[in-house]
């Protein structure tokens, strides 16, 4: 499992470093989902190899690499075992708001993040509408006190901090909570039938005591819950994910042709590899991972450029809202291209190609449960009222505050 190096050369050296991490990830992918095995010890080995602070400014410790380099890495990884992109997502989310911040507490963090810490997300709660209900209390003796329940929340279990958020008065606030700070309960009961391991499940805060250095962010409930660049950036790894899907596809298609010896209808000893039709299908997998891996690509270098003038404090909303929309629009051709190369996959193979011995299913079912987390569908009507009427993607979720404050008038 090895990085396109002809085309990447300046890439060269991160594949010297973590291509035989991706390669011992990948000869164990089939064996963890088997026997759902959680990923701790290759999510240790990329942490030791630096792969966390991999966008940490080298002046505090990191090195400095581009999204687009990033995002290249985070294909490879997603070919060697999708559900790793997935629980780094939020890690590398925190640290992309950190570059973007301003004040002292942005080289604290980053720096907390070159020495080895690793960030999880806990914002989803299971309730009726998308209200907040996790609180943050000022405690008697000072300080605060952080209670409420949360799930979705990928990579908890794996990481020292958890990115948290909760409700104090009318303003809602992103917290970094010690995974280990007493109180803090993590539940592994993520029951999705795909990305199994992500640790996607149950986080519960019970009398938490936190500090205001624990306060990373606070803005009124009702405005949007992010900005463009961020919701292109969360949305990409999803995306880089299924790229990595789809190479895993095509490896394996590859890897069952080449050793089969019989053709359905085929008397003899045959060799599938040779058959017209096989190559087909393999010509289309391959089509279909470059396509996902370009489109990829390309978003990565025009997030580039936004975080590079982000940083230097040029962009407008109007250059948040057009790599929103690209996203938005790479994401329909990307999770429909990968699904449909999920299930091509088994023309190579017939029967035998469905033994529970490959866990060639595993490639739909993390595709499947991928595409589900932002539903295309919403994404797709969003798109076409901003071509149609200009509108911005964030008036859902304003209209959707407002209906909630109506019904809750009444």
Not at 20 to 48: D, K, M, N, Y
Not at 173 to 196: E, H, I, K, N
Not at 348 to 356: D, E, K, P, W
């Amino acid at each position: 499992m090895t990085f396109n190096l002809s085309h990447h050369p300046e890439d060269a050296a991160l594949a010297e470093r973590f291509d035989p991490i991706f390669a011992w990830i990948g000869e164990t992918a089939v064996e963890r989902e088997a026997s759902r095995a959680l990923p701790f010890e290759a999510l240790e080995r990329l942490r030791q190899a630096g792969f966390h602070r991999l966008r940490v400014p080298q002046a505090f410790g990191g090195d400095g690499i581009s999204l687009r380099r990033l995002f290249r890495l985070l294909v490879a990884l997603g070919e060697a075992d999708p559900n790793l992109p997935q629980i780094v997502r939020a890690h590398f989310a925190f640290v992309e708001g950190r570059l973007n911040a301003r004040g002292p507490e942005r080289e604290v963090w980053l720096r907390r993040v070159a020495d080895g810490a690793v960030f999880g997300a806990a914002m989803a709660e299971r309730t009726a509408g998308t209200e907040t209900t996790t609180t943050l209390n000022r405690h008697p003796d000072g300080g605060w006190v952080l209670d409420g329940e949360k799930y979705y929340s990928t990579g908890t279990l794996y990481a020292s901090w958890i990115i948290a958020v909760a409700r104090e008065g009318e303003d809602r606030l992103a917290l970094a909570v010690p995974s280990d700070q007493p109180g803090v309960t993590l539940v592994d009961d993520w029951d999705g039938f795909g990305q199994r391991l992500t640790g996607s499940g149950t986080t519960r805060f019970d009398g938490v005591r936190l500090t205001d250095e624990h306060v990373i962010r606070r803005h009124p409930a009702s405005s949007p819950p992010g900005e463009g660049y961020l919701t292109a950036f969360y949305q990409l790894f999803h995306l880089a994910t299924l790229a990595g899907i789809a190479r895993a596809v095509l490896a394996d298609a590859t890897r069952f042709a080449r050793a089969k010896t019989r053709t359905f209808g085929v008397a003899g000893v045959t060799e599938p590899r040779h058959d017209p039709l096989v190559q087909r299908v393999v010509g289309r997998l391959s089509s279909i991972a470059f396509t996902a891996e370009t489109l990829v690509d390309r978003l990565a270098e025009d997030l580039d450029d936004l975080a590079a003038r982000k940083q230097s404090g040029e962009p407008t909303e109007a250059d948040d809202l057009a790599v929103e929309i690209a996203t938005f629009q790479a994401q329909q051709t990307i999770i429909d291209l990968v699904l449909d190369a999920t299930t091509l996959l088994f023309e190579v193979g017939g029967a035998s190609a469905t033994s529970q011995r490959l866990r060639l299913d595993r490639h739909w079912r993390n595709a499947r449960t991928l595409a589900s987390h932002n539903p295309a569908i919403q994404r797709e009507r969003a798109i076409g009222d901003y071509v149609l009427n200009g509108t911005n993607p964030s008036a859902m979720w304003n209209n959707g505050r407002q209906t909630s404050r109506s019904e809750t008038a009444r």
